[in-house]
């Protein structure tokens, strides 16, 4: 019943900034753990870092750890993905996830634990 949407992918050159957000919309947002995926041609769909519901405990992957951070607004519906120093290597299309429970921290951004996925936001990092 949740529905999620991204936006704010785009083409930055590397070193650049950049922030996705996503909206949810038909459910309470506030029992929803989230994370951002991301899938780059080629490549499996990994995990770039997650939030979880209540406490707002996270966890991200040790290739974006110190340059993204993730967060939400429970006031708005809405999770961020805020992306700095961006590399050639992000370059993907990037999903939000939800999922309604609560993940130990370890297992947070266990890509089977989501089951409601928006339709993605193409972000590419070139000169």
């Known amino acids: 019943q949740l529905q999620l949407v991204e936006s704010g992918g785009e083409l930055v050159q590397p070193g650049g900034s950049l922030r996705l957000s996503c909206v949810a919309s038909?459910?309470?947002?506030?029992?929803?753990?989230f994370g951002w995926f991301r899938q780059a041609p080629g490549k499996e769909r990994e995990a770039v870092s997650c939030?979880?519901?209540?406490?707002?405990?996270?966890n991200s992957a040790d290739s974006v750890r110190g340059r993204f951070t993730i967060s939400r607004d429970n006031t708005k519906n809405a999770v961020y993905l805020q992306m700095n120093r961006l590399k050639p290597e992000d370059t993907a299309v990037y999903y939000c996830?939800?999922?309604?429970?609560?993940?130990?921290?370890?297992?947070?951004?266990?890509?089977?634990?989501?089951?409601?996925w928006g339709q993605g936001t193409q972000v590419t990092v070139s000169s």
């Open positions: 996830a939800a999922v309604q429970k609560r993940p130990i921290l370890s297992d947070l951004c266990t890509i089977t634990h989501y089951d409601t």
């Open positions: 038909g459910s309470a947002f506030a029992d929803y753990t």
């Open positions: 939030i979880r519901r209540r406490d707002g405990a996270t």
